[in-house]
């Protein structure tokens, strides 16, 4: 499906292309090949440092890949001091030397990260323009980087390694400090166990409950055996330990002295960028009140009138069996616009708005305790529907099982937040839904896809010649042009599809259950046709056109982020053929 002429890109830029694009294909690939061959015990259990390591050499060899137009081979009179990496690579034994890394790990490791760039030339063999050419220039490239590390590392003397190591182990210093200062400060007791379910280590807040020590710090320079401590949590963590859970939430009742204290415990696995299982991480959060309170609600029958009759919250007393209104406080009243004998005469679906099967199931879940927080819509006197938050539970009064319910008047509330989702996921400018929600809508069509055995397109556009518009008649005609253009996308598509804008010029559209090729076609000879006609700008006629990427599913992937590079690939393709075209992403072996 090309309309534009045949325009090869150069290995250098395709290849530059492929390595933008895959950075957490990269990452995944090193941890990958760490894990089996168990450097993992030596490096960084964070996925983020790997992620800087994958950056830091993607930035070193894209920069290799824009100043080297051929594979930069070796000689003996090569200068690798000004090598393409040179500096990175001394910057990097320094750091590692500091560190007490020894050479042959460093470089062991290092052959798995050329591994790694080496696979991901094979795995996009069918973008690139010449695979083998990107293989040879990955291998020189890591020559180089190797050469300059080794060189690095044996300039150093003694001296200087002394006083490398020393300055890391203050910078470790600094940051062990940092941790207990801050793990120290938690206001909720913490307690780290390890995968026997002893203690490692346990905040201040932690040690004043279970020992009262007034001295933070204390556990973790002390190293004292605090197993006894925890028999309260014995029978959960038998349990929790060997099983694959990653989450348990479970109330305990503790002594404090001669008080009783409730606390919420939270038991979380901590598992290791590898997913080892490293320990179990232990919070506390006192919940004492919240419980009081809620038994003092359920024993307030003696002393509920009074502090129904004057609060300023609506409340209402519902008989969960029928629906009736038994009891209404003045600020119902209010609130509904009846008077309180015309409201406690009525039944609550004469309020709520729910069908009176939906409404007589959230009663039976309020009067078994299984929710408590509803939100419904609640109609007033005045034929006005309202939308409410209702806190409701059982509660005894003069013997007789009712419901009480705590009505809050959230329309504006509701409002703000449709607004706020609004603006979280569609463009502010054009009124298209944005990437967040693009995102959102493509999984959701790749996953129906799926199940009904149906397929989709993905088209990535981007206008050509738009920065000149800018030029010409300033953002505030580029921005005019922006909204006409989305328009013109919307009116080109079917109601079920989906035009996005994803950021400055770009544009995508879903074509949900696009069956045929041929529709794909055709819906962009419509986009082409309308973005090439003439635009109004200021007054003024301005001409633009677009490049069109495309991307199928299942056929490219049912991956949203595979199925976006490969039609953004696709477009770069159409605009390299001349622009005002369509481009068909290659078909993956």
């Given at each position: 499906?090309?309309?534009?002429?045949?325009?090869?890109?150069?290995?250098?830029?395709?290849?530059?292309?492929?390595?933008?694009?895959?950075e957490?294909?990269?990452?995944?690939?090193?941890?990958?090949?760490?894990?089996?061959?168990?450097?993992?015990?030596?490096t960084?259990?964070?996925?983020?440092a790997?992620?800087?390591?994958?950056?830091?050499l993607?930035?070193?060899?894209?920069?290799?890949?824009?100043?080297?137009?051929?594979i930069p081979?070796?000689?003996?009179?090569?200068?690798?001091?000004?090598?393409?990496?040179?500096?990175?690579?001394?910057?990097?034994?320094?750091?590692?030397?500091?560190?007490?890394?020894?050479?042959?790990?460093?470089?062991?490791?290092?052959?798995?990260?050329?591994?790694?760039y080496?696979?991901l030339?094979?795995?996009?063999?069918?973008?690139?323009e010449?695979?083998?050419w990107?293989?040879?220039?990955v291998?020189?490239?890591?020559?180089?980087?190797?050469?300059c590390?080794?060189?690095a590392?044996?300039?150093?003397?003694?001296?200087?390694?002394?006083?490398?190591?020393?300055?890391?182990n203050?910078?470790?210093?600094n940051?062990?400090?940092k941790?207990?200062?801050i793990?120290?400060?938690?206001?909720?007791?913490?307690?780290?166990?390890?995968?026997?379910?002893?203690v490692?280590?346990?905040?201040?807040?932690a040690?004043?409950?279970?020992?009262?020590?007034?001295?933070?710090?204390?556990?973790y320079?002390?190293?004292?055996n605090?197993?006894?401590?925890?028999?309260?949590?014995?029978?959960?963590?038998e349990a929790?330990?060997?099983?694959e859970?990653?989450?348990?939430?479970?109330?305990?009742?503790l002594?404090d002295?001669?008080?009783?204290?409730?606390?919420?415990?939270?038991?979380?696995?901590?598992?290791?960028?590898?997913?080892?299982?490293?320990?179990?991480?232990?919070?506390?959060?006192d919940?004492?009140?919240?419980?009081?309170s809620?038994?003092?609600?359920?024993?307030?029958?003696?002393q509920?009138?009074?502090l129904?009759e004057n609060?300023?919250?609506?409340?209402?007393l519902?008989?969960?069996?029928?629906?009736?209104i038994?009891?209404?406080?003045?600020?119902?009243?209010?609130?509904?616009g009846?008077?309180?004998?015309?409201?406690?005469?009525?039944?609550?679906d004469?309020?709520?708005?729910?069908?009176?099967?939906?409404l007589r199931?959230e009663?039976?879940?309020?009067?078994?305790?299984e929710?408590?927080?509803f939100?419904?819509?609640?109609?007033?006197?005045?034929?006005?529907v309202?939308?409410?938050e209702?806190?409701?539970?059982p509660?005894?009064?003069r013997?007789?099982?009712?419901?009480?319910?705590?009505?809050?008047?959230?329309?504006?509330?509701?409002r703000?937040?449709?607004?706020?989702?609004?603006?979280?996921?569609?463009?502010?400018?054009?009124g298209?839904?944005?990437?967040?929600l693009?995102?959102?809508?493509?999984?959701?069509?790749?996953a129906?896809?799926?199940?009904?055995?149906?397929?989709?397109?993905?088209?990535?556009?981007?206008l050509?010649?738009?920065k000149?518009?800018?030029?010409t008649?300033?953002?505030?005609?580029g921005?005019q042009l922006?909204?006409?253009?989305?328009?013109?996308?919307?009116?080109?598509?079917?109601?079920?599809d989906?035009?996005?804008?994803?950021g400055g010029?770009?544009f995508t559209?879903?074509?949900?259950?696009?069956?045929?090729?041929?529709a794909?076609?055709?819906a962009?000879?419509?986009?082409l046709?309308q973005?090439?006609?003439?635009?109004?700008?200021?007054?003024?006629?301005?001409?633009?056109?677009g490049?069109?990427?495309?991307a199928?599913?299942?056929?490219h992937?049912?991956?949203?982020a595979?199925?976006?590079?490969?039609?953004?690939?696709?477009?770069?393709?159409?605009?390299?053929?001349?622009?005002?075209?369509?481009?068909?992403?290659?078909?993956p072996?």
């Amino acid at each position: 499906m090309n309309t534009g002429p045949d325009i090869s890109p150069s290995p250098q830029a395709s290849f530059a292309v492929v390595l933008e694009a895959s950075e957490e294909w990269l990452i995944d690939r090193i941890l990958a090949i760490a894990r089996q061959r168990n450097y993992i015990r030596y490096t960084s259990t964070l996925r983020e440092a790997w992620r800087l390591s994958i950056a830091s050499l993607s930035e070193q060899l894209l920069g290799a890949l824009a100043i080297c137009p051929e594979i930069p081979e070796l000689s003996p009179d090569t200068d690798f001091a000004a090598s393409p990496g040179a500096a990175f690579a001394v910057e990097e034994a320094r750091r590692h030397r500091a560190r007490g890394i020894d050479l042959s790990l460093f470089l062991g490791l290092m052959k798995y990260y050329r591994q790694s760039y080496v696979d991901l030339v094979d795995e996009r063999s069918e973008v690139l323009e010449d695979a083998q050419w990107c293989r040879r220039f990955v291998d020189r490239f890591f020559d180089r980087i190797e050469i300059c590390f080794c060189a690095a590392w044996a300039e150093g003397g003694e001296d200087e390694r002394i006083d490398e190591m020393r300055g890391a182990n203050r910078h470790l210093a600094n940051e062990k400090n940092k941790y207990l200062t801050i793990f120290e400060s938690l206001a909720p007791p913490v307690i780290l166990l390890d995968t026997e379910g002893r203690v490692d280590n346990l905040n201040f807040a932690a040690a004043r409950l279970f020992r009262k020590s007034a001295i933070p710090g204390s556990a973790y320079y002390g190293g004292e055996n605090e197993q006894g401590v925890f028999a309260w949590l014995e029978e959960e963590l038998e349990a929790f330990l060997p099983g694959e859970g990653t989450d348990l939430v479970l109330e305990k009742s503790l002594e404090d002295g001669d008080h009783e204290l409730v606390f919420e415990v939270r038991l979380q696995r901590m598992l290791d960028v590898s997913g080892k299982f490293t320990g179990i991480a232990v919070t506390l959060n006192d919940i004492t009140a919240r419980k009081a309170s809620e038994r003092a609600v359920r024993e307030r029958d003696s002393q509920y009138h009074a502090l129904f009759e004057n609060n300023h919250s609506v409340m209402l007393l519902i008989d969960p069996a029928s629906g009736a209104i038994v009891d209404a406080n003045p600020a119902a009243c209010t609130f509904y616009g009846y008077d309180h004998a015309a409201l406690t005469a009525m039944n609550i679906d004469q309020v709520n708005t729910l069908d009176r099967e939906e409404l007589r199931i959230e009663l039976e879940r309020a009067r078994g305790e299984e929710k408590r927080v509803f939100h419904f819509r609640h109609r007033r006197c005045d034929g006005e529907v309202r939308d409410v938050e209702v806190f409701s539970g059982p509660i005894r009064v003069r013997g007789r099982g009712l419901l009480y319910s705590i009505v809050h008047d959230v329309t504006e509330r509701r409002r703000l937040q449709d607004e706020i989702w609004h603006q979280a996921n569609y463009d502010a400018l054009t009124g298209l839904p944005n990437r967040s929600l693009f995102f959102d809508r493509l999984g959701q069509a790749i996953a129906q896809a799926r199940r009904n055995g149906s397929k989709g397109a993905l088209l990535f556009i981007d206008l050509d010649h738009f920065k000149a518009v800018n030029d010409t008649h300033g953002h505030a005609g580029g921005d005019q042009l922006l909204r006409e253009a989305a328009r013109r996308l919307a009116a080109c598509v079917r109601q079920s599809d989906t035009v996005a804008r994803m950021g400055g010029d770009e544009f995508t559209v879903l074509l949900a259950e696009a069956a045929e090729e041929e529709a794909v076609e055709e819906a962009c000879r419509r986009i082409l046709q309308q973005l090439s006609r003439p635009f109004e700008v200021s007054g003024q006629e301005a001409r633009v056109s677009g490049a069109v990427g495309i991307a199928l599913f299942p056929l490219h992937g049912e991956d949203p982020a595979v199925l976006l590079q490969r039609a953004d690939m696709a477009m770069y393709t159409a605009k390299e053929k001349g622009r005002n075209g369509v481009w068909l992403s290659g078909i993956p072996t």
